[in-house]
């Protein structure tokens, strides 16, 4: 239940309630969302579609979330990913870390996405004036994943 | 032996494959095997030679070309992933 | 609008979508909730008072979210501190930081709750079962702040 | 010249008193002025110049003791913040 991959959007603030329902012990949750900008190097993006490889996605999540709560003393996670086609300003994903204190909740959040960013198996390709393309890789997202190392 | 092998995103695309099932010849028992068995088909296929950053799968977790291939794996390639 | 000091309670979903309303150029979406906690250096709490210095608590936080669009590239910035008498799991404090990337969205969050919990006037009461008490300054809070120097 | 002096949290309890307005006497003219001041009254008062920690706000942004005070200002004086 702590990771999804999903073509449905999510509802962030129900979602942080759900992961927190009957807990007395959070004291910090980090929470980051990823959207669809509308413009991405320098062409306008009117839709982007997410493939994946169904499967490993949610293992490559899980064991990435099981790698956070062995890093840091974490509470509780919850990732999830969108699929399928979406347009700008749409939601794509979701990273909730609840935990005592918030150094552990905003290290450990950003920890996810970064590792996410390289190691999930999703590919985005956008929908531009020019046509279709697969968006590439960015060197600052291995740059970003490589400094937990 | 056999294995299931897969192709996602651009590579995909480029092969106009998502998947094959493929007999393994004696002798290929490596990810690096497997990569190179597929891309000596030549054509469209030797990309998988070419393509620099290609990444890969054995049976859904990341894997490299010296990782051992069983019977009955899945195996896949694809680009660097663009997801997040 | 950016900044609220409030006894209200907030609700972070409608805050994000009424942070991102019409935008269709941010890709990252950083937030940080802080909440009551039922337990701390030992004892149990079973409220907590928070005090303030109207007028100030304002100027100090508008001035902080200031200093961080002055350092990071980032787009919109909400932040919200409840003030009055909260209970176990209550919200307390509430930042979000939208931006283009998540590598500034991420550090200009942590550097607000950073510069919050040193510089804005607010102060902690806690109840526990041996009586009230002021909570103390944490060196660990000091630290964090002075990281960003 | 008139200044507002305001106290909070465990200091406003321990003094007994919110705030107070003081009438500053010529040759007074920093806040560690108006400390010192307000601190030999003794008694209770005698914390603003115990306390190691105490911080101080001259209308309404964080100040040294050296910052200036002039007729009219708002002082504040209290423990270190706490909030978040």
Redesign the interface.
């Known amino acids: 239940m702590s990771v999804s991959v999903q073509q449905a959007d999510f509802d962030i603030g129900a979602e942080i309630d759900a992961l927190l329902a009957g807990r007395t012990d959070v004291g910090a949750v980090a929470t980051f969302s990823g959207l669809v900008r509308d413009i991405n190097d320098g062409s306008g993006v009117h839709a982007m579609t997410l493939e994946h490889y169904p499967g490993m996605t949610e293992a490559a999540l899980e064991d990435i979330v099981a790698q956070a709560k062995t890093r840091w003393d974490i509470l509780a996670v919850r990732v999830i990913h969108r699929v399928g086609t979406l347009q700008p300003a749409d939601r794509i994903v979701l990273v909730i870390v609840a935990g005592s204190h918030r150094g552990e909740a905003f290290a450990a959040c950003e920890f996810i996405m970064d590792y996410l960013k390289t190691r999930a198996p999703f590919w985005k390709r956008e929908d531009t004036p020019e046509g279709s393309r697969w968006v590439d890789a960015r060197d600052a997202d291995d740059s970003a994943a490589a400094r937990w190392n | 032996m056999n294995i299931k092998v897969?192709y996602?995103?651009?590579l995909r695309e480029a092969l106009g494959s998502s998947g094959e099932t493929l007999e393994l010849p004696a002798g290929v028992s490596t990810l690096a095997g497997v990569r190179a068995l597929i891309a000596d088909r030549g054509g469209d296929w030797d990309r998988l030679a070419q393509m620099k950053?290609l990444r890969a799968?054995v049976n859904?977790?990341?894997a490299e070309p010296e990782t051992a291939i069983a019977d009955g794996d899945e195996v896949?390639f694809?680009?660097?992933?663009?997801?997040?």
């Not at chain 2, 694809?78 to 997040?84: D, N, Q, S």
């Open positions: 897969l996602f995103a651009a950053n799968a859904q977790r990341m896949a694809f680009p660097p992933v663009t997801g997040g």
